[in-house]
């Protein structure tokens, strides 16, 4: 018995420890998120930073979209882009101790312990970081220089409706 609870709490421990979606906003301290630098008026650059490859690179578009959207354009061109990884520190660190106390119930008595305790380490996840950087320009459909039909031009519209972060943190 003793020892399926102990299997089923080392289960829980790990699970819990696995790390799932980011949080959609800007990267922080931990660096998880989305950075973009304006390089022209109509051109700029985007990342984002996660856990897993499809999620930054589809983070990165959204942050395109958003960016194109606020400055009045309606499509962007994908001029470049790239995917880098980086090591983390693994997420499961354990800690052993022991300790004797002296019981405080009647009768008295002297009870020792042995301990081992499985936890997250803080701040950490285990794993490789994931960035996906893309260089953009935004274009106006149907202008004079409005986008040719092709696979590195999105929609603004389509691209703010389609990619929907699970979270997002302003």
Sequence with gaps: ??????????????????????????????????????????????????????????????????????AGYTDFRVISGRIYTKNRSSPITTHIGAGIGKSVSLGGGVYGGVGLGVGKALGSLGGEKVTASLDVQFLNAGGQNGPAKSSDIYNVDSILQSIRPARYKP
């Design 1 to 70: 018995m003793k020892t399926g609870m102990i299997s089923l709490v080392f289960a829980l421990t790990l699970a819990a420890c696995a790390s799932g979606p980011v949080a959609y906003g800007p990267a922080r301290g931990s660096g998880v998120g989305f950075r973009a630098q304006q390089i022209q008026n109509d051109r700029a650059q985007v990342s984002f930073t996660a856990y897993d490859p499809d999620e930054a690179h589809n983070f990165a578009l959204l942050r395109a979209a958003e960016l194109a959207k606020g």
